[in-house]
Each structure stands twice: as structure tokens, then as C-alpha cells.
């Protein structure tokens, strides 16, 4: 998603633009036709649906691809399950939809056996859900921890939770270039801690939080951890089960490519479901949706934590790209895509001057994106979509490189940075 302060979206022009400049060196050119004829990814590119003028989509981290099997997907509901069987089909599999659909996510992506995953709201609706039921669930404990440098929504919805229930907010202040460590957290818990809610991968930086032993430290505190999972899903692999964590959302439209506003997912692990309580009570999440009773009871399971109708339509796209990505394999995607990160970071040393790499070197702790810094960005992030080379703009003067392995080629890459460098450098104007 965009910040508001970033440059209106450009429709996409129709060919190449005219005044792009290609001149890649020779020996760059090669090299990343070489990773390119190298890849076993490589064919599964093709499988996304074609964008007109596009030279380099560099923002697979914000909004997905649309796979071309979404558009048969999309045309053939409303044919079918929607015409044809029309309310019948509630009792057909919508119904069943938010945790069947997390089921399947649980498998591909998320490390989780079923009956623990469901897809609903959004993700700042389901972290109120979840941060509240969890605050709630360690009665006595005052405070929750979290850090300065996550997502805008993760603070503010702690915020209201904190004021909502006379809890006291206690800020780690990581090192913005990488991530919140486990030694800040192990500083930061004690008795009195009831929630620890963190990124996974930091949305700046990329920088990839120790899950498993923050998630022990954590424990050992007698808290709980909420981990945010909107830029690992589907592109870190994860094993939430393996590594006992309590609760976890993510977003559906970065690497799940499930499309603008597709619902959020949110895990709870099985042993805290008879445990929590999420506030808010709507009748899909009743033990008996169509009893319409008196008074509230909450579903078992997983269930609990539906609120509303669920969101069928918004499901239908995630479904391609989490076929895709069980047919890849998370393995193969994680390999690709520190492949990619690291080619653009080796790109940006060695031609953007005076652009910082504001990422994690170490492979073990970089996710799919890469932050650059430079004071010129915000104009030329709004030049470079322009001319169909699209990253985002992250304030003060940060542009971050996106790269969702199953839709991005080496090429690309060399081809955008190489765009971003020309603009850079004033070559284009
Ligand atoms: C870490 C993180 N959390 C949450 C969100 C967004 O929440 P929502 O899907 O409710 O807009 C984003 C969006 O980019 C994000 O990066």
C-alpha cells in the first residue's frame, strides 16, 4: 500500500516508453540473463497475468501480481457458485471458506497443522481481535511490548488497545536498519508483560526477526507474542507450529498476490483457543450462526474468531498463488528470493552512488525486500513509475525494492535499478 505523500499511481502507458534508456553494461546484461537461464522459477513467471508497459514491478511486497488462471477464477464464480446456485451456496463451501482457505494456508505457508488458521477482516482488524483477546488472556499483567519501527496500523491499534484497558505501552527502539533483536525483548519482558507483538520481517528494512527465540523469551516471561506475518507470508517460510508461537496475522495481498483488499489471516495455536476471547462478538462467530439466540456463545475452534460474512469473493484470488506456491515449494522460493535481494543490493553497490542500503546483509536475516536510501528519491520513485519501473517510497527517502520470487526476473531487477540509476543521475530528464 502507498503512502499518501508518494506519487499518484500512473496509468500504465500502452508500449515501452520512448525515453527509456536500456543501456545496461554489457557485463550486467549478461549477468543477469545468466540468473535468469539459471533459475528453476524462472518459467513460473509467465503464469501472471501481463501488465502493458511494465519494465520492472519492484513492489511485490505491497500489492501481488494477478495470476492469469484469476481472471478464469473470478469470471467463472460469478457464473457459477454466485448465478447459478446463488444463497445455496453458503451451505456449498462459502460457509467453510475462512477455515478451509486457512487451512490450506496453514499447509503452504504458515507451518500450521489445520484447525488454527482463519481468513477474515483485515489485518488491523484481526490484530485489535487477537491483541485484545491476548491482554485479556494474562489478567494482572499491565504491559504490552512493542517497538517504534513497526507498521503504522500495529501501533496505533496498541495504543487504543492500551488506552481501552488501562495498560501501560513499553517501546523497544530498534536499530531502524535491521530489526528488533531477541536481547531488546529479553530487556524488555517481565512478570508484569502480558503481549509482545512484533514484525516478522520489519517493513522497512526487511530485517528478519529471531522468531523462534523471541518467541521462547517471550514465554519464559509468561507472556504471549503476537507476530505480524504481512511481509513473510509467502515469501519467508514459516513453522509457527514447530515454534510454538501463540497467535499471528498477515496480510493476503503482498506475496499471497490475493489482490487490493483481500482478507487477512490470523493463526491461533490450538492450546489458547478454549483461552482467549476476541471482543468482537458478531453472529458468524457464534456456535449456531442461524440460531439467531438471545445472547452470544462463541464458536469452538477456530470460528471464534469470525465476526461477520466472510469475505468469498476477496478469497478467490489467493487460492492461485498458494497452488503456485506449493507447486514451487517454499524452499525454492525462499532460495529465489535472497538470490534477487541479494542481486539488487550487489546492483546498488556497485552503480547507484551515493544510494545507501538500508537492509540486513546476512542472508538468514533479510526478507524479500531491500530498502535504498537517498535525498532524491521521492522524485525519482514518482519518474521511474512514470516509465513503468515501479517500487514504493517509503519517507524520509527511502525507496524499497519488492521482490516476489514467482513473478520477478533477474533481468527485471537490472532493468529497473538501471532506470532508477539513469533517473538518478539526472540522464533522463
Ligand atoms: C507490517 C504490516 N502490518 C499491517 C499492514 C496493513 O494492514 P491492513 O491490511 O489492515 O491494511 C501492513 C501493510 O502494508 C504491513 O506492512
Known amino acids: 500500500m502507498t503512502d499518501p505523500a508518494a506519487p499518484a499511481a500512473p496509468a500504465a502507458p500502452a508500449a515501452l516508453p520512448e525515453n527509456l534508456s536500456l543501456n545496461l553494461p554489457d557485463a550486467l546484461r549478461d549477468r543477469a540473463a545468466a540468473l535468469d537461464a539459471d533459475d528453476p522459477l524462472a518459467p513460473y513467471r509467465a503464469r501472471f497475468a501481463p501488465s502493458d508497459g511494465l519494465i ?22 460469478v457464473d457459477g457458485p454466485w448465478a447459478a446456485r446463488l444463497i445455496r451456496s453458503w451451505d456449498e463451501g462459502w460457509m467453510d471458506a475462512p477455515t478451509e482457505l486457512g487451512d490450506t494456508l496453514g499447509r503452504v505457508v504458515l507451518g500450521a497443522a489445520a484447525g488454527q488458521t482463519v481468513v477474515a477482516d483485515s489485518t488491523t482488524v484481526l ?10 488472556a494474562r489478567p494482572g499483567r499491565r504491559v504490552i511490548v512493542a517497538d517504534t519501527e513497526n507498521f ?7 495504543q487504543g488497545i492500551a488506552a481501552e484497558r488501562g495498560l501501560e505501552l513499553r517501546w523497544i527502539t530498534p536499530d531502524a536498519e535491521a530489526g528488533v533483536t531477541p536481547e531488546e525483548v529479553a530487556a524488555a519482558v517481565g512478570q508484569d508483560t502480558a503481549l509482545v507483538l512484533l514484525s516478522h520481517v520489519a517493513y522497512k528494512s526487511g530485517y528478519v526477526a529471531d522468531l523462534p527465540a523471541i518467541t521462547r523469551i517471550v514465554h519464559d516471561a509468561g507472556a504471549l507474542v503476537l507476530w505480524d506475518l504481512c511481509h513473510s507470508a509467502g515469501s519467508v517460510p514459516l513453522d509457527l507450529d514447530a515454534d510454538g ?17 483481500s482478507p487477512a489471516f490470523a493463526y491461533l495455536a490450538a ?24 445472547a452470544y456463545e462463541p464458536a469452538t475452534g477456530i470460528r471464534q474468531l469470525i465476526s461477520g460474512t466472510p469475505p468469498v469473493i476477496g478469497m478467490l484470488p489467493m487460492r492461485d498463488m498458494l497452488a503456485l506456491i506449493e507447486e514451487a515449494g517454499m524452499a525454492a522460493v525462499r532460495a529465489k ?22 537492509s540486513p546483509r546476512d542472508p538468514e536475516r ?26 514504493d517510497f517509503r519517507p524520509p ?6 521482490l516476489s520470487p514467482l513473478s520477478t526476473s533477474f533481468t527485471e531487477v537490472a532493468n529497473g535499478l538501471w532506470l532508477i540509476r539513469d533517473l538518478l543521475n539526472n540522464q533522463l530528464r
Request: hydrophobic share 45%.
Open 56 to 77: 520492472a514491478y519492484l513492489d511485490g511486497n505491497s500489492l501481488g501480481r494477478p495470476l492469469a488462471a484469476t481472471r478464469e477464477r473470478l469470471a467463472s464464480f
Open 127 to 136: 490484530l485489535y481481535k487477537l491483541a485484545r483477546a491476548a491482554v485479556d
Open 152 to 158: 503504522p496500523t500495529d501501533r496505533f491499534v496498541l
Open 245 to 261: 508461537v501463540d497467535i499471528a496475522v498477515g496480510c493476503t495481498y503482498k506475496y499471497l498476490n490475493g489482490g487490493p483488499g
Open 271 to 294: 492450546g489458547l483457543q478454549g483461552e482467549v476471547r476476541q471482543p468482537v462478538q458478531g453472529w458468524m462467530g457464534a456456535a449456531e450462526p442461524f440460531a439467531m439466540s438471545a
Open 337 to 358: 528470493s535472497l538470490a534477487l535481494t541479494g542481486f539488487a543490493m550487489e546492483i546498488a553497490d556497485e552503480h547507484l552512488a551515493g544510494v545507501h542500503v538500508a
Open 366 to 391: 533479510r526478507g524479500s525486500h531491500i530498502m535504498l536510501d537517498h535525498p532524491d528519491f521521492r522524485r525519482v520513485v514518482a519518474e521511474a513509475w512514470e516509465r513503468g519501473v515501479v517500487p
Open 397 to 402: 527517502q527511502g525507496l524499497r525494492v519488492g
